[in-house]
């Protein structure tokens, strides 16, 4: 019997590949994907549509009510979402308070619920510069939590930890994904709007793997 995992999963390139990753490392995998008020929700239905083509056990939670503790991020508030690379000091808006400790500590209850042994999400270097709860000082720590946090230990696995989205890309590209199943975008609407951070970085990784991005932009 093949061992269970959770795998965290958005919807996006990242944790798409991660999924696909879990399932071609042989593992009985169930995805974990959260509504907890982004504006850019249509990631959701790209993560269902996923699940169901690969016949992954799926679970979408809503927590959109922690918005009223977590405030100021223009994922979830009334602000304009920022243009440029994450690198730049106005991605810091996006930036949506505790967000993956709050979502690992979700996704180690419901492993232990279920018997797995591991939860999987896709932090990557590209995160680190903005994302605090991205940077390996904190995967380490919450791995060390989460060994002791139940009788049964969960491992926190970031297979992406240490490389771009690039890299995940190529790797990804590798494994024959077709990422037109992914959504990007920090703005929910109809295509992608190609100028956030989000859209800009994925655009990059596409350019620079010499690949055409299948998804539709405004611009």
């Not at 295509?191 to 620079?208: D, I, P, Q, V, Y």
Request: one cysteine or more; proline letters at 4%; aromatic letters at 10%.
């Amino acid at each position: 019997m093949s061992e269970k995992v959770v795998v965290i999963y958005s919807g996006g390139m990242d944790s798409f590949t991660v999924l696909n990753l879990a399932i071609q490392q042989g593992f009985d995998v169930y995805a974990l994907s959260f509504n907890y008020g982004q504006r850019h929700i249509k990631e959701l239905e790209f993560a269902k549509s996923v699940c169901n083509k690969l016949n992954v056990p799926h679970k979408i939670v809503d927590i959109s009510a922690i918005n009223q503790l977590l405030a100021g991020s223009s994922l979830t508030d009334d602000i304009e979402i920022p243009e440029g690379h994450y690198e730049e000091e106005n991605m810091k808006s996006t930036v949506v308070p505790n967000r993956n400790m709050i979502l690992l500590s979700l996704a180690v209850g419901y492993a232990v619920s279920i018997k797995a042994n591991k939860v999987f999400y896709g932090a990557h270097a590209g995160d680190h510069a903005i994302y605090p709860d991205c940077r390996p000082e904190f995967v380490e720590k919450m791995k060390a939590v989460c060994a002791i946090a139940d009788y049964q230990p969960i491992s926190i696995e970031t297979p992406f930890l240490n490389d771009s989205k690039i890299d995940i890309l190529a790797q990804g590209l590798k494994m024959g994904l077709d990422y037109s199943q992914t959504w990007t975008c920090y703005n929910g609407r109809e295509h992608a709007c190609g100028k956030c951070g989000a859209c800009t970085e994925r655009l990059e990784a596409f350019k620079l793997n010499n690949a055409v991005d299948p998804l539709i932009y405004e611009s």
